[in-house]
């Protein structure tokens, strides 16, 4: 592995740093990631830098205990493991992130290609509706904060600005989403937090996963 390494160049070695750094920050690395100024879709260096060297990275990364793997059709590569601690989500987090996995789930199973999921702020209200797991309306606030969240870990991006939320707000959903859990238990778990208050107050993003299919 070291042998391995030393025959890069300077520049390759410091974009496996980054690699490395980034996949222990956010778990996943996209292929595609939108980008307002463009309005497309862009490919991502990071996710060519990683699956060049996949070989050498799972070795290093099987050093500390942690898998990792790639979904080539989705265009997901992720890291897992029992000794990554994940951040921990508040509770309307924890909602809205297995919302997104229904409204995932839901539009590629009707899709006939692969497509880009996109949904809004109204239609993961509708399902919080219908799973009865939100008491009352999140403010601006508590919903700026969770989108940065899930923003953060690429669960979603933003289509529109943020200024001011509302139903209409659209939203991507990564097929990275697609690590956490599967469709029925997160329906199960959904119907947790109508029946306690105080269930899932708050979940490490990192124990939620489950295996992907290869």
């Not at 996943?28 to 991502?44: A, I, T």
């Not at 399902?127 to 690429?154: C, H, M, N, W």
Request: glycine share 6%.
């Amino acid at each position: 592995m070291n042998e391995y390494y030393k025959e890069l160049t300077q520049e390759e070695q410091e974009s496996l740093s980054e690699v490395i750094q980034l996949l222990y920050r956010q778990t996943f690395l996209l292929e595609r990631k939108y980008e307002k100024r463009s309005g497309r879709f862009q490919y991502r260096k990071e996710y060519r830098v990683c699956s060049k060297h996949m070989e050498f990275l799972k070795e290093y990364f099987a050093v500390a205990g942690i898998t990792l793997k790639e979904n080539v059709h989705m265009g997901v590569i992720y890291i897992q493991g029992e000794t990554l601690w994940g951040e921990k989500l508040p509770r309307l987090a924890t909602i809205y992130l297995l919302i997104l996995k229904l409204i995932y789930d839901e539009q590629m199973a009707q899709a006939s290609t692969s497509v880009q999921v996109v949904t809004t702020l109204g239609a993961i209200s509708g399902k919080a509706g219908d799973f009865r797991v939100l008491s009352g309306i999140p403010s601006q606030a508590e919903l700026r904060r969770t989108i940065a969240l899930l923003r953060k870990y690429q669960i979603i991006e933003p289509l529109d600005v943020l200024e001011e939320l509302g139903d209409q707000t659209r939203l991507v959903i990564y097929p990275s989403v697609h690590a956490v859990l599967l469709g029925d238990d997160i329906k199960k778990l959904l119907e947790t937090f109508s029946e306690e208050e105080n269930i899932g107050e708050e979940t490490g993003l990192s124990g939620a996963l489950e295996d992907m299919p290869e």
